[in-house]
């Protein structure tokens, strides 16, 4: 694999990981009671946003790309 591929697959790994382990916390915290778990949960859920975002952005996306299938002319409906 080229050095580039390579870099952008250990991205890729570490924001999966990292993804794991906001969303941990934010189950182990979301167990817990306390002013204190509250604080680290709702940092925990702000971490999981960040790392989804960052985990999104890794991935290019194609403008010219279609969305959704063209509709295919040879089925048909039936009624």
Request: hydrophobic share 40%; glycine share 12%.
């Amino acid at each position: 694999m080229s050095g580039a591929k390579e870099k952008l697959r250990n991205k890729r790994e570490v924001a999966k990981w990292g993804m794991v382990g906001a969303l941990g916390g934010l189950v182990l915290t979301g167990m817990l009671k306390g002013r204190t778990a509250r604080k680290w949960h709702i940092l925990a859920g702000v971490g999981l946003l960040g790392l989804t975002y960052w985990h999104q952005t890794l991935y290019v996306q194609d403008p010219r790309r279609k969305h959704l299938p063209e509709p295919d002319d040879t089925l048909k409906v039936v009624k």
